[in-house]
C-alpha cells in the first residue's frame, strides 16, 4: 500500500509551481506508518527520467521535498509500504516501459497464486520486461499487452480513451484471475499510467481523486502577488495554465473531486476529462 499523485498540465516550465501549489492538498503517506519507499517519473528531452529513494527517507517526504525542480508536461509520484516485495530499486514505484510511466496504490489479491496466470497471459518480451517481483509491475505488463494488442505502446497520438479503455481491461483481468484462484476479498487496484501526453487512472478498492487546476496566480514560488503587474512577462504564462492531478491521499479536499468506485478516467492531451465506469471502457 501506500499513496500516489500524477499531473498532466499544460507548461513544463512550470509543474514546479503546480508542486508547490499542491503541497498543501496532497499527501505521500497512508496512515501513520512512514514509506519505506519513494519514486517519480517524469519526462524531459522527450525521455523518460525516473527518481527513486528505495532506502526511503528519514522523515515522511513532502512532494517539493521527494521531486525537486524538475521540469516536465507529465508527473507520476509514488510512496510505497511494501505489500508485495522486497524493498529494493527494481520494486520502486513507478515503473517505465518505453514511454509508459505506471504506479499503483493497492494490492492484488492472492497474487502469489494469480501470478502464473498473469505471467501466461504475456507474450515473451513482457515477461522478459518483469524486473521485480511486485504485483505492480505484472499488472503494468498486463496494460502494456492491452496497449499492444491495439497496436497503441508507441503511439503518441493515441487518444485518451485507449489508454483509458487498456487499463479498465487490465483491472478486469486481474479481478478475473483473482476470482479463478478463489481470492477471499477483492483487490485494490487504483492505478494511474502515462505517456507523457495523455494520462490515465482507475479506481478499485481505494479513495482516489482528482482535481482540475487552472491558471497559478498568485505563485508563492515565483513571487507572483495578484499586485503583479500583468506587463510582467511571468504573468501570462501562469494565469493560462491548467492542469489536471490525480491524488490517493488528499489533506484538504478543496478542488478535488472523488472518482466514482469502479470508475476509469481518461485525460487528453487537451486535458479533457472523460469518467466511465470499468465495465463500460
Given at each position: 500500500m501506500g499513496a500516489l499523485v500524477a499531473i498532466l498540465q499544460s507548461d513544463p516550465n512550470l509543474l514546479r509551481c503546480q508542486i508547490d501549489r499542491l503541497k498543501g492538498h496532497v499527501s505521500l503517506q497512508d496512515g501513520d506508518a512512514a514509506p519505506d519507499a519513494y519514486g517519480f517519473g517524469y519526462y524531459h528531452g522527450g525521455n523518460v527520467l525516473l527518481g527513486k529513494r528505495p532506502t526511503g527517507a528519514p522523515h515522511p517526504l513532502s512532494l517539493p521535498e521527494l521531486v525537486g525542480r524538475v521540469d516536465s508536461e507529465a508527473l507520476v509520484v509514488h510512496a510505497r509500504r511494501a505489500a508485495a516485495g522486497t524493498a529494493k530499486?527494481?520494486?520502486?514505484q513507478?515503473?517505465?516501459?518505453?514511454?509508459?510511466?505506471?504506479?499503483?496504490?493497492?494490492?492484488?489479491?492472492?497474487?502469489?497464486?494469480?501470478?502464473?496466470?498473469l505471467v501466461a497471459a504475456l507474450p515473451d518480451h513482457l515477461r522478459r520486461a518483469i524486473m521485480g517481483d511486485t504485483d505492480s509491475e505484472a499488472a503494468f505488463m498486463l496494460f502494456a499487452k492491452h496497449l499492444?494488442?491495439?497496436?497503441?505502446?508507441?503511439?503518441?497520438?493515441?487518444?485518451?480513451?485507449?489508454?483509458?479503455?487498456?487499463?479498465?481491461?487490465?483491472?478486469r483481468d486481474l479481478e478475473a484471475f483473482s476470482r479463478d484462484v478463489g481470492a477471499q476479498r477483492p483487490s485494490r487496484l487504483d492505478f494511474v499510467a502515462t505517456n507523457g501526453r495523455v494520462l490515465a487512472a482507475t479506481r478499485r478498492g481505494g479513495p482516489l481523486f482528482y482535481a482540475l487546476l487552472e491558471g497559478i496566480v498568485p505563485c508563492a514560488l515565483d513571487g507572483i502577488t495578484l499586485a503583479t503587474p500583468e506587463s510582467d512577462p511571468r504573468v501570462r504564462p501562469h494565469r493560462i495554465v491548467k492542469a489536471v492531478c490525480f491524488a490517493s491521499r488528499i489533506t484538504a479536499p478543496n478542488g478535488f473531486i472523488e472518482v466514482p468506485e469502479g470508475s476509469v478516467v481518461s485525460?487528453?492531451?487537451?486535458?479533457?476529462?472523460?469518467?466511465?465506469?470499468?465495465?463500460?471502457?
Open positions: 530499486d527494481e520494486n520502486t513507478p515503473f517505465r516501459y518505453r514511454k509508459w510511466v505506471f504506479a499503483h496504490d493497492g494490492a492484488i489479491e492472492a497474487f502469489d497464486r494469480v501470478r502464473p496466470k499492444r494488442d491495439e497496436n497503441a505502446v508507441d503511439d503518441l497520438e493515441l487518444e485518451a480513451a485507449t489508454a483509458g479503455r487498456a487499463l479498465a481491461r487490465t483491472v485525460v487528453s492531451r487537451r486535458l479533457q476529462v472523460s469518467v466511465s465506469p470499468l465495465n463500460a471502457a
